[in-house]
């Protein structure tokens, strides 16, 4: 049995993210969700949301209970999203272009 959980339009660029993807990837549920927890970077926060979305989605799916020892990640990813484009005012009138980027997470659990 599979699941899937999306989170969208994430304040953080998609490079960063895949860093903290990549060292979950295969792993079980209970493995990355401690990994995470200690891992020292912003985007662990929203990886950890979305984590446990796909937890629940699997656990809704199957009328029984689940051990989450036996659930694995099968796919973790992060897309680029759209950017966002400000900007500042600086000296003699001049306007510097300021992109904050966002990016999409989605990860794939399975029995």
């Known amino acids: 049995m599979q699941s899937k959980s999306k989170a969208k339009y994430i304040r953080t660029s998609y490079i960063k993210s895949q860093r903290v993807l990549k060292q979950i990837k295969g792993k079980s549920y209970n493995e990355a969700r401690l990994i995470l927890e200690f891992m ?20 809704n799916k199957s009328n029984e209970a689940i051990n989450k020892k036996k659930v694995k990640i099968i796919e973790a990813s992060a897309n680029k999203g759209p950017v966002l484009k400000r900007f500042k005012p600086r000296a003699q009138g001049r306007a510097f272009p300021i992109r904050k980027p966002t990016c999409h997470i989605t990860i794939k659990l399975e029995i």
């Open 40 to 59: 020292p970077y912003r985007a662990c926060k929203a990886v950890i949301k979305v984590l446990e979305s796909a937890l629940s989605n699997i656990e």
